[in-house]
């Protein structure tokens, strides 16, 4: 599946977004469950966690926009990248005199993290456990980066319901609170975990928001 087909182009950003995760999702049979990253809850309130995460490897684009701009641009670069828009290390696949391609599983979430004035976003998608740096496919486009990230505690608070900007201030400002009343410091930015096709109900969507702590 490419990104160059006409039928693809035509389609709103949105549309495509979803239409893109749609697919992904429906070719993940029982057998093969879109993979999450693993993590390790030291802590629980309700709904609030704390977490261990190990290392991860994402791969990441940095693009301009509001939080949907961004995130259904992001996402497409992404997608396009992991579909096949790449060269792959495996079998010779940087040596031979036609560059093979390699599909990547999808994983879930997709995660949106804003820079300074939130007019750039960094969207990320975290590699399958099976991939190292040196095993990943190379991407053609130089906007997907890929970047190992050592293990972090990150505080987070779930909630379903449809993502707005407003939606994700207070959620943010309640799990800051939360950090705050355990004298704990934050460690990075606000980070926005989505695990749903965009049509999914909205009583059953599950969000987080993503907050690095000491």
């Known amino acids: 599946m ?15 977004t979803g239409v893109v995760l749609s697919l992904l999702l429906i070719g993940a049979t029982p057998a093969m469950a879109i ?13 609030f966690e704390i977490r261990e995460y190990p290392p991860l490897i994402v791969a990441q684009v940095e693009v301009p926009g509001d939080l949907s701009e961004a995130s259904s641009a992001g996402f497409r670069l992404i997608a396009n990248y992991i579909f096949g ?45 099976q991939y190292t740096l040196e ?9 997907v980066k890929l970047l190992a990230m050592g293990p972090q505690k ?21 799990l800051m609170a939360w950090i705050k009343s355990r004298n704990t410091l934050p460690l990075g930015n606000p980070r926005l975990a989505r695990y749903n ?18």
């Open 197 to 214: 096709p965009p049509w999914s109900i909205p009583w059953m969507r599950r969000n987080e928001i993503l907050i690095p702590i000491q």
């Open 154 to 174: 990150i505080a987070v608070i779930r909630f379903t319901g449809f993502i707005s900007d407003e939606k994700v201030h207070e959620k943010t400002a309640e």
């Open 85 to 129: 828009n790449n060269i792959s290390v495996r079998d010779g696949g940087l040596t031979t005199a036609e560059p093979v391609p390699e599909k990547i599983a999808m994983t879930v979430p997709v995660i949106a993290e804003g820079k300074g004035d939130q007019r750039t976003w960094l969207i990320q998608f975290v590699m399958p456990k």
């Open 2 to 16: 490419t990104f160059n087909n006409p039928l693809f182009r035509a389609m709103p950003v949105w549309l495509s």
């Open 135 to 143: 095993t990943l496919p190379k991407p053609n486009n130089p906007q």
């Open 35 to 47: 993979e999450e990253p693993s993590y390790r809850v030291i802590t629980q309130s309700e709904p």
